[in-house]
């Protein structure tokens, strides 16, 4: 384990109380809670809403041959108010189910979401997805598959899935993150941890195939 920077852990929060608000396909949970204080003692008790969603993976599959992306686009209800379109850049992503393993929900949804068999994963980070609303955390993988495979309008009907698959170059992925087409937050630092580290992805890939 690593030396944390951080001042105070877990031993330095008291849950005071919880209360579940809304218990759907999510739900929603009221925490009270106090933490220790920076300058001494104890807070108030803090009251917070929490949408609690479960965690998630997100796959980049990249095609070491043809230097190219394997993307997806699909209408996102969230993105309606702020986005110039609904319908975003995104990489392969899904929630992890009870009993399943993060690189099988990796596989899993490479084949639901864009018919594709990726291989050589690689777990790049991991991040929470916006803590002061919900417990999300996302894993970011690397993956590597022939692009050739990715074509077509993929999703699951069960689940209203409507998705496109799209074959993207280095350079044009760059563009996109540059002019904020790809404006999600998987998406972004997926493709920046790639770009900060192809070469070693690529050393460790090699090295896996002799």
Not at 2 to 12: A, E, G, I, R
Not at 56 to 76: K, M, S
Not at 126 to 140: D, F, K, Q, V
């Amino acid at each position: 384990m690593p030396v944390l920077p951080q001042k105070f852990t877990h031993q330095d929060v008291v849950i005071e109380q919880t209360e579940s608000l809304y218990q759907g396909f999510f739900k929603m949970v009221r925490y009270q809670v106090k933490h220790r204080l920076y300058e001494g003692g104890w807070s108030d008790s803090v009251q917070r809403e929490i949408f609690e969603r479960g965690h998630a993976v997100a796959v980049l599959p990249y095609d070491p041959n043809t230097g190219e992306f394997v993307l997806i686009e699909q209408f996102r209800v969230g993105a309606i108010e702020t986005s110039s379109t609904p319908w975003l850049i995104e990489v392969i992503a899904g929630v992890i189910d009870e009993g399943e393993t993060e690189e099988g929900v990796c596989i899993r949804e490479a084949e639901e979401e864009a018919g594709l068999h990726i291989t050589n994963l690689h777990k790049a980070c991991s991040y929470l997805a916006s803590p002061g609303g919900t417990t999300e955390r996302i894993h970011i993988f690397m993956a590597k598959v022939n692009a050739a495979q990715a074509s077509g309008v993929h999703g699951l009907d069960s689940e209203s899935e409507d998705i496109l698959v799209h074959r993207v170059s280095e350079q044009q992925a760059k563009v996109w993150l540059e002019e904020g087409i790809i404006d999600n937050a998987a998406a972004i630092i997926a493709l920046q941890w790639f770009f900060m580290n192809k070469n070693i992805l690529l050393t460790k890939w090699n090295g896996s195939e002799k």
